[in-house]
């Protein structure tokens, strides 16, 4: 069923991306592209004009389709005791995003009512503002309020070094600082759940994209007052929530806790500094032992010192068995200063995968993009 609904969401993507230079002949194209019938390729076309992201006009195998006005909207909250995401949804929210597949409707409701409450409750400002950017293709959508920040408001909360640390925390996941009223996984699930998800506050700029499934942080020189979330999201993909949930499960039979956290090992590198200290490490596997898996990702990290690597890969495990730790998108320098630091210590070994083997992770389920 996956690949089948991957299938159609790749015909979908064609038909769009090629449909305005091919008004009447894109039967024709999608039909030798996919080596499928005149009938299926049809199907897709329907429901794209189904959903708006099409319109179509004139007869029979002269039909002619285009891509639907992009449309527009915004509107100012003010916040109050009685504002609620899930009103704003239902009087708001879901008649601008229009009709949608049940799954694509799904992920933007999650997103947004999460987004939604965490200016309301915790920006300590008195506005939001939701724009919203609707094209044949996705959605765009930005929640903006005019509060103190999260990343700063984050630092203080959680007495974390700075706010570029406060972003390597928020990355884990589970991190709240309203533990009473909020699990701390809606940021975590969400910039999954979407094609792009980001975070623009003070001077720092959080982002996440489907495509490498990793977060990168950037620094302004112009700071923000507030925080603003942006969100993207393809209008015909085959995501679903539950697909993203499961991935961040143990896959244990009758469990449903969120068990499973990728760790960006860059956002622990500030500037030009290199990953050598025991310091460095330590805030890496902060709070990490709330999962049963960790998988450390790698990417775009040269290389790491050698008390750096033994803090995590001897210290960390002894202290902590029931923790699994991987570690991915390894280059052949980290890797030898991996396996340095467990010789001779009796700790369990450490997997770390080169992007070949990576694929062939058991631990991990398949890819949440489909």
Do not use: C
Not at 66 to 79: E, F, G
Not at 220 to 246: E, P, Q
Not at 306 to 319: G, H, K, N, P, T
Not at 347 to 354: F, G, K, Q, R, V
Request: charged content about 25%; overall charge negative; cysteine-free.
């Amino acid at each position: 069923m996956t690949r089948v609904r991957a299938r159609g969401e790749e015909i979908r993507r064609y038909l769009l991306t090629n449909v305005q230079a091919n008004p009447i002949g894109i039967s024709k194209l999608a039909m030798a592209r996919f080596g499928v019938s005149r009938q299926a390729i049809n199907r897709h076309l329907t429901h794209l004009v189904e959903g708006g992201a099409l319109t179509e006009s004139g007869q029979t195998r002269g039909r002619e389709y285009r891509l639907a006005q992009t449309s527009q909207w915004k509107k100012d909250y003010p916040i109050h005791g009685g504002l609620a995401e899930d009103i704003v949804w239902r009087d708001d929210i879901d008649e601008v995003i229009g009709k949608l597949p049940e799954n694509v409707r799904d992920i933007w409701f999650i997103a947004f009512t999460e987004m939604f409450n965490n200016a309301r409750d915790h920006s300590g400002g008195t506005t939001i503002r939701v724009s919203i950017t609707k094209t044949a293709v996705n959605i765009e959508m930005a929640i903006m309020d005019n509060g103190v920040g999260i990343f700063r408001k984050i630092q203080k909360a959680m007495n974390l070094l700075d706010e570029r640390h406060a972003i390597l925390e928020l990355s884990k996941g589970k991190l709240t600082t309203d533990s009473s009223r909020h699990s701390g996984q809606g940021i975590f699930f969400t910039s999954r759940m979407l094609d792009a998800f980001e975070i623009l506050s003070g001077g720092l700029f959080f982002s996440h994209t489907i495509d490498s499934d990793d977060d990168w942080l950037l620094e302004r020189t112009a700071a923000s007052d507030g925080t603003a979330v942006f969100m993207r999201l393809d209008s015909h993909t085959a995501r679903t929530a539950l697909k993203v949930y499961d991935a961040f499960t143990s896959g244990e039979p009758g469990d449903m806790g969120f068990t499973k956290t990728v760790v960006p090992v860059r956002l622990a590198q500030y500037g030009e500094d290199k990953l050598v200290s025991r310091s460095q490490a330590k805030r890496v596997m902060a709070r990490v032992e709330q999962f049963k898996t960790v998988v450390l990702s790698f990417e775009d990290v040269d290389t790491i010192g050698q008390a750096f690597a033994d803090e995590i890969f001897r210290v960390y495990v002894l202290a902590h068995p029931d923790v699994s730790v991987v570690a991915t998108s390894t280059k052949p320098e980290v890797r030898k200063m991996i396996k340095r630091a467990q010789l001779g210590t009796g700790s369990p070994e450490i997997t770390a995968l080169s992007p070949e083997e990576e694929a062939e992770l058991e631990a991990w389920p398949e890819s949440t993009s489909q």
